[in-house]
C-alpha cells in the first residue's frame, strides 16, 4: 500500500536559514511524487512534481526536492527561507486516480 | 491562471442532514478528485472521478458518500446523514492528468 510519512510535525528556522523538509514514501511502482504549501485557511498549492528524470526538480518560491530512490525519500528544501514561507508542508504520492499525503510539516519563521 | 472555485466557502449542518458540496473545474480538465482535511490533520483522498464514473475511493468513501457531475460544469460530493465526525475542510481538485491536480478553495464543513 502506498504512504507518505513526514517525520517532523514542526520545524522552526530563522529567516535567511536554509531549509529541509523530510518525506519517505512506500510505493509499490514508480511514484510520482509532490509537495504542496498550505498557508492557515488556505487551499493547497503545487510547489513542485517528480514523475521521471532528473531526480533533483525545481519548483516555485525557490524551492527544489531531490528523489533519492535508494532512501526512499523526496526531501524539501530551500536554501534561504523568507518569512512568508511560513506555512504547513505536504509530501504526496500518487498516480493517476489518488494521491495520498503526508501528516504534514508546520514551518515556523523566526525573524 | 484557470482555477477550481467551491461553493459554500462554510457550510453548517445540523447530524443526520444531507449536505451536497459543489465545486466548478477547469473546464478541459477530465479527472476530479475530493478530499478532506479535519482540523489540524492532513489531507485524506476520499476520491477519483473520470469518464463519469469513480476511479478509485478510499476507504473514507462509504455508502454515506456520492459524487456526481450532473452537468458539463459541476462536480458535486453529496453526504446523505451527516455525522459529528465528517466536520472538515472538503477540497475539490481537477486535472487534465496527472502533471499538475488544481486544488479549490475549499469547503468548511461544520455538522453540530
Known amino acids: 500500500a502506498q504512504s507518505v510519512t513526514q517525520p517532523d510535525i514542526h520545524i522552526t528556522v530563522s529567516e535567511g536559514a536554509s531549509l529541509e523538509l523530510r518525506c519517505n514514501y512506500s510505493?509499490?511502482?514508480?511514484?510520482?511524487l509532490f509537495w504542496y504549501v498550505q498557508s492557515p485557511g488556505q487551499g493547497l498549492q503545487l510547489l513542485l512534481k517528480y514523475f521521471s528524470g532528473d531526480t533533483l526538480v525545481q519548483g516555485i518560491k525557490g524551492f527544489e526536492a531531490e528523489f533519492k530512490r535508494s532512501q526512499s525519500s523526496f526531501n524539501l528544501r530551500k536554501p534561504s527561507v523568507h518569512w512568508s514561507d511560513a506555512a504547513e508542508y505536504f509530501c504526496?504520492?500518487?498516480?493517476?486516480?489518488?494521491?495520498?499525503f503526508g501528516a504534514g510539516t508546520r514551518l515556523t519563521v523566526k525573524p | 491562471e484557470p482555477e477550481v472555485t467551491q461553493t459554500p466557502s462554510h457550510q453548517v449542518t445540523q447530524m443526520g442532514q444531507e449536505v451536497i458540496l459543489r465545486c466548478v473545474p477547469i473546464?478541459?480538465?477530465?479527472?476530479f478528485y475530493w478530499y478532506r482535511q479535519i482540523l489540524g490533520q492532513k489531507v485524506e483522498f476520499l476520491v477519483s472521478f473520470y469518464n463519469n464514473e469513480i476511479s478509485e475511493k478510499s476507504e473514507i468513501f462509504d455508502d454515506q458518500f456520492s459524487v456526481e457531475r450532473p452537468d458539463g460544469s459541476n462536480f458535486t460530493l453529496k453526504i446523505r446523514s451527516t455525522k459529528l465526525e465528517d466536520s472538515a475542510m472538503y477540497f475539490c481538485?481537477?486535472?487534465?492528468?496527472?502533471?499538475?491536480?488544481?486544488f479549490g478553495p475549499g469547503t468548511r464543513l461544520t455538522v453540530l
Open positions: 481538485a481537477s486535472s487534465e492528468a496527472l502533471a499538475k491536480q488544481y
Open positions: 473546464s478541459n480538465h477530465l479527472y
Open positions: 510505493y509499490g511502482a514508480t511514484p510520482y
Open positions: 504526496a504520492v500518487g498516480n493517476n486516480n489518488d494521491m495520498r
